[in-house]
């Protein structure tokens, strides 16, 4: 079965910083990953997706510049670094396989105060 968690969300202040971790377990492992978030009344918005080698495949305009993308194949596991937060950036984050329409797991809370 495969299975991605994600972690690393908390409080933090406008300006500060967060690395949120997605680790994947399963028969194979595959990092290629994306990020969404989704704030109360808002759509599910897709982020960033990271490819294989750990290069970014895309970044949403609302977050280039300040968000990045890295993994660790012996971490099993794919990075969010979070920087130069703003309140907008305040939702529940997820990871997943690029275009998944299923398998949705808890996420994590980003809350980014003034």
């Known amino acids: 079965q495969v299975q991605l968690v994600e972690s690393g969300g908390g409080f933090v202040q406008a300006g500060g910083s967060l690395r949120l971790s997605c680790e994947v377990s399963?028969?194979?492992?595959?990092?290629?990953t994306s990020w969404w978030r989704q704030s109360p009344g808002q759509e599910r918005e897709l982020i960033a997706t990271?490819?294989?080698?750990?290069?970014?495949?895309y970044l949403a305009d609302s977050v280039k510049g300040r968000f990045t993308l890295s993994n660790s194949w012996a971490a099993r596991s794919v990075y969010l670094e979070m920087n130069d937060l703003r309140p907008e950036d305040t939702a529940v984050y997820y990871c997943?396989?690029?275009?998944?329409?299923?398998?949705w797991g808890p996420g994590t809370q980003v809350t980014v105060s003034l």
């Open positions: 990271i490819g294989s080698r750990g290069n970014t495949v």
């Open positions: 399963g028969r194979f492992i595959n990092l290629v």
């Open positions: 997943n396989y690029p275009g998944a329409q299923t398998n």
